[in-house]
């Protein structure tokens, strides 16, 4: 007896490698097709017949499984959305451990599409659901702020180099100054540009003036925090969110053996980076219930 069809889609730039096949009681997988379409709206129309075709038994239910593939699977996730498929996305991380124990010693697109598709025929995952136009756009901003914010430290640090080296070369410092100008130029306009937005929603806004009555926090830290969560969206509980900002805390423990207990680091880095300096900062202004928790692990392993 059939339970349900999964379709596997390890997705390119310009290719998508798609697989389908169906698992029953005996947990036993059977594939059916697969098919090559280009990453296009033709070619996902192209993949939207294809289901359609092989998924004859409609009264089962049908999964998509797909890998993050930097932006380049954002079309076709948004596309299969819309049409009202439950689609599934997979970090690359795990996918390459789940076919890594089905035993698969070679690897192509056609064979990781299909591990896909057994990953989500096999497992229950999480359904995906897309950014809103608000907090995606506000997502660009941050995150471009901090490449610009990473470039000028890269340019920093190669005039102080520079201006200490054997035989300084002052055009090529000058030249530098001029681009470092105009990263701080960019950056006071991203600025500029991402308070506009958040201001562009009244109920988003008040809730930031709320938290801007803190010491220690401003608008880029509630505006990159925000935007890489999507409004907290999709998020039952704390917990969750903690553990999507590799916030959760780890242990190596086996035996005998005790090894280090540390925070996972596996999650939104770019949530951990502006966070930081804040975290220090309210401690410094003595927010209460910050500094409590702050006194309070501090007591335990006297660490700073």
């Known amino acids: 007896m059939t339970l349900k069809y999964s379709v ?9 490698d798609g697989s389908i096949c169906v698992i029953d ?16 709206v033709c070619g996902f129309k192209n993949l939207d017949s294809w289901i359609t075709k092989w998924h004859k038994a409609t009264e089962l239910p049908l999964v998509v499984c797909m890998e993050a593939t930097g932006v380049y699977h954002e079309n076709c996730a948004l596309y299969l959305f819309e049409k ?14 789940y076919l890594e124990c089905l035993g698969l010693k070679s690897k192509n697109d056609s064979i990781d599409a299909r591990g896909l598709a057994q990953m989500g025929a096999e497992q229950c995952l999480g359904l ?13 901003y941050t995150r471009q702020h901090q490449n610009i914010q990473e470039l000028k430290t890269v340019i920093s640090n190669q005039i102080h180099a520079l201006k200490h080296g054997m035989y300084p070369c002052e055009m090529t410092i000058e030249q530098l100054k001029t681009t ?19 201001k562009s929603d009244d109920v988003v806004y008040r809730k930031c003036l709320n ?3 803190m010491k220690g926090l401003g608008y880029l830290t509630i505006a990159t925090l ?16 903690v553990s999507y900002a590799g916030y959760d805390v780890v242990e190596a423990q086996s035996g005998t053996r005790v090894g280090k207990t540390k925070i ?31 006194n309070r692990t501090f007591e335990k392993h006297a660490i700073k």
């Open 25 to 40: 009681q005996n947990q036993q997988v059977q594939f059916m097709s697969k098919i090559t379409f280009n990453n296009t």
């Open 264 to 294: 996972s680091k596996k999650g939104n880095s770019r949530i951990r980076r502006a966070l930081h300096m804040p975290s220090l900062v309210v401690i410094t202004c003595k927010e209460k219930p910050f500094l409590d928790l702050y």
């Open 180 to 198: 470092l100008a105009l990263f701080d130029s960019q950056l006071k306009e991203l600025s500029k540009k991402m308070k506009l937005h958040l």
């Open 211 to 213: 938290i801007l009555a």
């Open 8 to 16: 596997g889609l390890d997705v390119s730039s310009k290719k998508i």
């Open 128 to 140: 995906w659901q897309p950014l809103g136009r608000y907090y995606y756009e506000l997502r660009n």
């Open 84 to 97: 009202g498929y439950q689609l599934s996305i997979v970090l690359p991380n795990k996918a390459k451990k």
């Open 226 to 241: 925000i935007a890489e969560t999507n409004g907290f969206e999709l998020f039952e509980n704390y917990k969750q969110l």
